[in-house]
């Protein structure tokens, strides 16, 4: 019954979600509605105790992040930067490559080092111009951008900086470059196989005589470019470069300047408790805080002109923008913290343990929780504290090493955590101004493919012994 009622609680999350209603209002009602089933007399301290300790504690952390990711893809927008970017980008690489223009960009953005959440504010603007100057359906931009930011450069390329390349290296001992062979393999596959999704959907589309859409008609359309004259494409591109650079610098130099933790004294009546951060667990943070405020002013400094009549609207409207984001999301991780804490998880968990073997053990149980949490870090931190243990006994006594548990799974926490109700995919489907009914079926298609690779790259390993 247990589990049953986790099940009921995710299937009607994701209904809700992909019908178009607020996550932030069903997410506590499906995350309370388990708990009432399950334990009536745990729903009043489950609601204040974790779903709005764990909503309130992922604000508290990222909410900056969406604000000021929001503000500068805003002023990327307004400053006719993105408009500068598509129009080379169109002379270089021609309209019909659009797509790939798109993919690429949120690859080299979340290799190095951007969260996925600001690739989507910060692409979306020139994604959507770009996409309407070569006349191909708005509907696609979500998986395009999806394929680029949520896919290869989140968890599969060896080296990359995003969290779910992390997790893995505290419990197996490993590093972020595990397993480079089978990682560059398994991102070519997804890149080739996604590709030829989009590119196919593309093309059926121009047969039926399906253009972008009616600017007019749907929703969060980029504001036309009123300038004079576009910027060079190279002083268009300096935002988004010092954004990436700088991120990767102060990602080295917060730890230096700070140490492992750092402490003040509020300079307020009585006698206060010091006030402790610690910086590892927060330089990442602050180091993107960083990077998106220097790219802020990159673009005031170059843009002033274009940028100072519409930074009060514009930015009203990013803030707003954030907000909801932000909402969403947070939402979604209180729902997940209830979930994870209830008898039915358990059962999943305990059942997901008897596959065999412990590389498909590992996959499906990390991708699978990863899909009930609707979180790829959730699932796979969930994951790896509840089973590494016997994740490594497993592979010891089988040969395998460390680095290939650990590229497994990094990929399946990518896999089938973009369900619907997944706080990424309603991010991304907020920023564009498009609902599930209208563009998730690509997303789901890159998921599937994501989730493919993963056994794709167990293949490899088994029958050619490549690491």
Known sequence: MSLLIVLAALGFLMLVAYRGHSV???????AMGAVLLTDPSLVAPMFTGLFMDKMVGFLKLYFPVFVLGAVFGKLIEVSGFSRAIVAATIRV?????????????????????????VVVFAVYPFAAELFRQGNIPKRLIPGTIALGAFTFTMDALPGTPQIQN???????????WAAPILGTLGGIFILAVGMSWLEWRRRKALHAGEGYGDPATLANEPAAFTGDTLAHPLIALLP????GVSNLLLTQWIPGWYGASHSFVPAVVGDPAPVVQEVARISAIWAV?????????????????????????????????????????????????????LPGFLLVANALSAIPDPLVNEAVTVTALAGITGSASGGLSIALAAMAESFIANAQAAGIPMEVLHRVASMASGGMDTLPHNGAVITLLAVTGLTHRQAYGDIFAITIIKTLAVFVVITLFYVAGIV
């Open 24 to 30: 932030i209002l069903f997410a506590p009602v499906a």
């Open 93 to 117: 690489v021609g309209a019909q490559r659009a797509i790939l223009s798109i993919v690429v960009v949120c690859a080299l953005l979340t290799y190095g080092g951007v969260s996925l959440f």
């Open 166 to 176: 992390i997790i893995p290296t505290a419990f197996f001992g490993t590093d972020t």
């Open 240 to 243: 988004l470069v010092m954004v």
């Open 289 to 341: 805080m960083g990077a998106l405020l220097i790219g802020i002013l990159t673009v005031l400094a170059f843009a002033w002109r274009t940028v100072a009549a519409r930074f009060a609207e514009g930015s009203k409207a990013a803030v707003g923008g954030a907000l909801l984001a932000s909402m969403n999301t947070a939402s979604e991780y209180g729902f997940g913290a209830v979930i994870a804490a």
